[in-house]
């Protein structure tokens, strides 16, 4: 100690090779896996069991029943399946490829409406005839629950609704020029649910489109939107 530069400390020889042999530097631990062959081999055997078995929760997905098991010669477990019950995963799979598809057109369509529309989004939407001269006055109907979600799309010279915004084709259609009438409606209660803001949507043909949210913006939204196109005053 005391023959490196000045300020500094050496201690020789603190840091001693190990002499104990190379059984010495395996933990208890390490040498309880890796210690033998035969714990290899468990442990690989061990492995390859658990693969297989995923493999055939994989399998059991489908509708087949259940997986019989057998051992090959090497030892190893497989999975024996008969010509029927393969022919039968192969039409699965070619359903799941169709579903697959499916969906992926689903999600292009909605991906598409989305990004060339100037407003999208669910409503609840109830359909009205107006009053033809001479005919009495409409009974009130406020409280008759006939509302359904539609998807509204407000793009080019039409509104359009959906079912659902996973359709690809709309439910129905209406051109921004036959629309001759945009305004409010009193807000309702339903079922106990919170206040819904309402509006409509009158056409030239006497055709009433009543609409309604829970969301006071989204209703705004959509009357700010449809006076605008339709060049409405507000009513």
């Known amino acids: 100690m005391g023959d490196g530069p000045r300020g500094i400390e050496v201690f020789e020889d603190h840091f001693q090779a190990s002499t104990s042999g190379e059984d010495s530097m395996q ?18 055997r061990s492995w390859t069991r658990r693969k297989l078995k995923g493999a055939a929760s994989m399998l059991n997905m489908f509708s087949l029943n259940k997986l019989p098991w057998m051992s090959g010669t090497d030892g190893q477990e497989k999975v024996v399946l008969t010509a029927a019950e393969v022919e039968s995963l192969r039409s699965e799979l070619g359903a799941l490829e169709e579903r697959e598809a499916h969906c992926k057109a689903q999600l292009e369509h909605i991906d598409e409406v989305v990004r060339a529309a100037r407003l999208s989004g669910y409503l609840d939407m109830r359909m009205r005839w107006a009053t033809l001269p ?19 799309v407000l793009q080019g010279s039409c509104i359009f609704w959906y079912s659902s915004c996973t359709d690809l084709s709309p439910q129905d259609s209406t051109l921004l020029s036959d629309v001759v009438e945009v305004g409010t409606l009193p807000c309702l209660i339903r079922d106990n649910e919170d206040k819904r803001y309402c509006f409509y949507i009158s056409t030239r043909y006497g055709l009433k489109y009543e609409c309604s949210s829970i969301s006071k913006i989204k209703v705004d939204s959509w009357l700010e939107a449809l006076r605008s196109d339709c060049k409405l005053r507000s009513v």
């Open 27 to 44: 933990s208890p631990a390490l040498s309880k896996y890796i210690g033998s062959n035969d714990s290899l081999r468990s442990i690989s």
């Open 134 to 152: 001479g005919e009495p006055l409409p009974v009130d109907d406020t409280d008759v629950d006939d509302w359904l979600p539609r998807f509204f």
